[in-house]
């Protein structure tokens, strides 16, 4: 019957012997694909969907070929896609469309005040020091709270790996005013992340000078301390701050600077405390203690005009020999233009001046004498051979040039000998008849040697220090 024999008849296997031909094979359907693949029967969009699908083939195939040229040599070098490019019109889109995302995951200056104000109705007051404290469940709780009011972008502060990283009390508890300050510094230097970012023109994680310049144009406005900074010295100032930067994050000179190390720099930190508004009293001492300040760059734009005799814009050893009053010695003034002064195009063929960037070094480094930047730079003229390391006999010959200055000033005479044994004791190298720049460094006096060894009023500070110090404390104590 319809049962199902065994000689296959039936309904079912009358269907499987009438098999339906492949799409591929019916003539409508290559007709229908030779059709559409001229593209004549697409619209515009699917047009360059389809010629976007081309490109991207073909730079596949392009790698594919060569990563087998190459074989298992991986590749080092990345060509910068050209400009009006379409892989540069892609970067740049992809690149805004980041750092807008980035942006909007920023708390704003509302939503910090809302934090603040969650975090000091849900804390607690240690009794004994009054401060404003929050145990774990508080601060789960405090979490809660502030996701409520400003959304889930404040969430990732809030995690107990961040709660472990401040000092708690015997009671498990911390302190609101540190880890609030430490949400407003995170704000804070990822939006200055971002900005850099978008200043960044070849995306490679560098700012050139002209970008950190632009970078500090931008800042200005928001700057309490330099809003009424005259349009003129705009410029300037912006030029002055910059250089900062790329003597601390640029050691190679290589023109540009890692954002990453400009966050992390002191420098940074330096120029954010300019927000601060000025009402009590500041004296001038200690705006020009900051290099950033206005008082301090229109100091230094002073010096170099007050020094530039000829006014030709630039500083002859003559000239340079007048700064700090003439107390700086002539051999070190000698080798700072042999070793970072660069031999101009204009003059005489031996001619050799400072422009304002390397007087802008050459301040700095002054003025930085131990930080490691600026010992670096020193040592460098202290080396009289280029050996990487100092003998007795360096020390000798640098400080003779100290003696005759002091003697000069009418002070006491003294022993050269005397004075490098004191600098050997001072700095214990590593090698008993050499100093090294790591020597110095790892002494934490580097910077009191280089200046006895280059300049009579540092040499003075340093055998004046124990009277110097005195004069120090008897106003604190009269206070």
Known sequence: MYSGSSDGEGPEASAQQRKIPPASSMLWVRNLRRYIGSGAGLGSEALMELETKRILLDIFKDKQQK??????????????????????????????????????????A???????????????????TGAEKMNYEDFCHIASVCTEQIGPKCRRFFSPSNFMK????????????????????????????????????????????????????GLIPNLAQLRDMPAAFVQMYCRIAAHKFFFFCDPHRRGKACIKKILLSNCLQELMELHQETEEEVTDTEQA???????????????FLALDKDMNGTLSKQELREYADGTLTDIFIERVFDEHVRRGKIGGGNAREMDFESFLDFVLALENKDAPEGLTYLFRCLDLNGRGFLTTADIHTLFRDVHQKWI????????????????????????????????????????????????????????????????????????
């Open 67 to 108: 990563s087998a040229e190459a074989g298992t040599i991986p590749s080092f070098y990345k060509k910068k896609p050209e400009e009006g490019s379409i892989s540069h019109r892609v970067q740049r889109l992809a690149k805004y469309r980041f750092l807008k995302k980035q942006s909007d995951l920023l708390l704003n």
């Open 110 to 128: 509302d939503d910090l005040d809302a934090m603040w104000v969650c975090l000091r109705e849900n804390c607690v007051i240690d009794d004994a």
């Open 166 to 217: 401040f000092e708690k009390d015997e009671s498990g508890r911390i302190a609101i005013l540190p880890f609030y300050l430490y949400v407003m510094r995170t704000v804070s230097l990822t939006q200055a992340r971002i900005d850099m970012s978008e200043l960044d023109e070849d995306s490679d994680g560098f700012l050139q000078p002209h970008e950190m310049e632009a970078y500090i144009r």
């Open 289 to 303: 203690e900051n290099w950033f300040s206005l008082t301090s760059a229109q100091r230094i734009c002073d010096m």
């Open 408 to 479: 000069e000033g009418g002070n006491y005479e003294l022993c050269i000998e005397d004075v490098r044994d004191e600098i050997w004791d001072m700095v214990k190298p590593a090698d008993a008849l050499r100093i090294t720049l790591a020597d110095l460094l790892s002494c934490k006096q580097g910077g009191t040697v280089a200046s006895m060894l280059i300049d009579v009023r540092g040499f003075w500070a340093h055998d004046n220090r124990e009277n110097l110090l005195q004069e120090e404390e008897e106003p604190q104590e009269e206070g």
